[in-house]
């Protein structure tokens, strides 16, 4: 079935590091999106980018399709960025097949 | 900026009666879905609405488990007879097309004793 792997599962930062999270997926895509679930278990829409470059603030996002994969970039980390991050992938159905996420702490 | 509500945020009931969770998509998105979370995986796909139907569904969506849309606005998820393993987080969502953007409500945190 579709395969979304997303790395590091876990990801401890001092404030003010940047990082970088990785989803490699293993069919083609239509659609991609990123996520954050905060600590109350809501699902914030980051970036919707099936293809290309996005930024937004200290976030950024590259979808290579062609290579299957997407990085979500962050600068200068907040306490308040902490949370899991979940990539999803959109195929030829309708539905998203989210990937494990990665689960991201920023110490003060 | 329009969002997905759902209510109630939480819900307690006991093993074997029916809960009915509600979600009021964005006004004028055309695709309705139902996603669940079990404590600390991820999020698995329910079923896909479109032009009052079932458009997809998931091995998880089996007979007890309903979907209506009973007007203009609420998207329902009727879940007849609970069990234990039906304790999550549902969220529900929507998107303008098939192949757009989707965005989540808030979730219903389903609690089953």
């Known amino acids: 079935g579709i395969q979304v792997e997303q790395s590091p599962p876990d990801l401890i930062l001092q404030e003010g590091a940047n990082s970088t999270l990785r989803c490699n997926f293993s069919?083609?895509?239509?659609?991609l999106q990123w996520f954050h679930q905060n600590p109350w278990g809501q699902l914030i829409n980051l970036f919707y980018?099936?293809?290309g470059t996005k930024q937004n603030g200290r976030l950024s996002a590259t979808t290579v399709a062609t290579e299957r994969y997407s990085l979500l970039y962050i600068s200068s980390s907040q306490t308040t960025d902490s949370g899991v991050y979940f990539c999803?992938?959109?195929?030829?159905?309708?539905?998203?097949?989210f990937g494990k996420g990665t689960k991201l702490t920023v110490n003060p | 900026e329009p969002e997905v509500t759902q209510t109630p945020s939480h819900q307690v009931t006991q093993m074997g009666q029916e809960v009915i969770l509600r979600c009021v998509p964005i006004?004028?998105?055309?695709?309705f879905y139902w996603y669940r979370q079990i404590l600390g995986q991820k999020v698995e796909f329910l079923v896909s609405?479109?032009?009052?139907?079932?458009?997809?569904k998931s091995e998880i969506f089996d007979d007890q488990f309903s979907v209506e849309r009973p007007d203009g606005s609420n998207f329902t998820l009727k879940i007849r007879s609970t069990k234990l393993e039906d304790s999550a987080m549902y969220f529900c969502?929507?998107?303008?097309?098939?192949?757009?953007?989707?965005?989540f409500g808030q979730g219903t945190r389903l609690t089953v004793v």
């Open positions: 969502a929507s998107s303008a097309g098939a192949r757009t953007e989707a965005f």
């Open positions: 069919d083609s895509v239509n659609n």
């Open positions: 980018i099936p293809s």
């Open positions: 999803a992938r959109q195929g030829g159905s309708e539905k998203l097949v």
């Open positions: 006004s004028n998105h055309l695709y």
């Open positions: 609405f479109y032009n009052n139907e079932i458009s997809e």
